[in-house]
């Protein structure tokens, strides 16, 4: 199980483009980088997954580089209701990928 | 859009008693999770059902803690007798296959135990 470290909180303004960084240092060949987005009292929401490069869909963008030990998840110009708990995971299957502590967002006015 | 349904969404209970959580994953998915958070940190994985079959159990406490999916749709998950420790959320999970990394998480038990 590959783990991950990523930043314990961050916060940002409105309209500011966020980047969360996650290391994953021991990554496998086969793993893939997810991430999930939480907020209080619900439960985990899918965001995005990449294997290499970059992928974009209408909500962020996930940065990963030639040596894929870490990713960057790419907010652009968040709103208050971004405020959340981003969970970064690495695996190659459901059972494979594991949640960490995450990095609780703080969108402020 | 199609969710995953979990209930009761919260429950009360005393330490010693029985209590049971169930879930009805997204039609179609064959894969089914259940997972613990604890306030203040990251969902853990507490078992993982493939259609019927139990993929993962290894972080489930065996000794009060059970799971079942008999006809590979809804899920049951028991914990007997209930301890202080386990007030938590319990979150429902599915997934198309156990190789899809999108899962599908229902909207959760709150157990408090006392």
């Known amino acids: 199980l590959a783990k991950t470290t990523q930043p314990i909180s961050m916060d940002s303004y409105e309209g500011q483009e966020v980047n969360i960084t996650c290391s994953h240092n021991n990554i496998a060949t086969n793993d893939y980088i997810t991430w999930y987005q939480q907020f209080p009292s619900q439960g985990p929401r899918f965001i995005i997954q990449?294997?290499?490069t970059k992928v974009t869909n209408e909500v962020a963008s996930l940065f990963i580089p030639a040596d894929r030990k870490s990713s960057t998840l790419s907010l652009p110009r968040v709103s208050l209701s971004d405020t959340a708990v981003y969970y970064c995971?690495?695996?190659?299957?459901?059972?494979?990928?594991?949640f960490g502590a995450g990095t609780r967002l703080t969108v402020k006015p | 859009e199609a969710e995953v349904a979990q209930s009761p969404r919260y429950k009360i209970t005393e330490k010693s008693q029985a209590v049971a959580f169930w879930c009805d994953p997204i039609s179609g998915h064959a894969t089914l999770y259940w997972y613990r958070q604890i306030l203040g940190q990251g969902p853990e994985l507490l078992v993982q059902?493939?259609?019927?079959?139990?993929?993962?159990d290894s972080q489930l406490p065996k000794d009060r803690f059970s799971a079942e999916r008999l006809k590979g749709v809804d899920s049951t998950l028991k914990i007997q007798p209930a301890e202080l420790g386990d007030s938590a959320m319990y979150l429902c999970?599915?997934?198309?296959?156990?190789?899809?990394?999108?899962?599908?998480f229902g909207p959760g038990t709150r157990l408090t135990v006392t």
């Open positions: 999970a599915s997934s198309l296959g156990r190789m899809s990394g999108e899962q599908y």
């Open positions: 995971l690495v695996g190659d299957s459901g059972n494979d990928m594991r």
């Open positions: 990449g294997y290499k």
């Open positions: 059902f493939q259609d019927e079959s139990v993929v993962d």
